[in-house]
């Protein structure tokens, strides 16, 4: 049986979930301090800070910025950032 370490992160709102493999540790102060590096999550899965903060898959991501697209109107570039939009 094998075992891989990593996390697995959970769309706060659907529950898809995807798996990102530890790669190694950044460290800091000359190696005193580290910090588990993982994979890069998949293109459009998000951590966003706006309404909430939470994690999002491709989907529920979509639909989340067309909701706040609709509420802020032409606002929305303001508040919203590109990478949102795809
Ligand atoms: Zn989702």
């Known amino acids: 049986m094998a075992t891989t370490k990593g996390k697995l992160i959970e769309c706060d709102k659907c529950g898809e979930k995807v798996f990102l493999k530890l ?15 993982f994979e890069e999550m ?16 491709p989907t529920c991501n979509r639909e989340i ?3 706040l697209k609709e509420f802020w109107g032409e606002k929305s570039e303001r508040y919203i950032k590109d ?3 795809k």
Do not use: V
């Open 23 to 37: 790669i190694g540790k950044d460290y800091y102060d000359g190696g005193y301090s580290s910090q588990d590096k």
């Open 42 to 57: 998949p293109e459009n899965w998000l951590y966003r800070a706006l309404p909430l903060y939470c994690y999002l898959c």
């Open 65 to 67: 910025t067309k909701i």
């Open 83 to 85: 990478e949102y939009l």
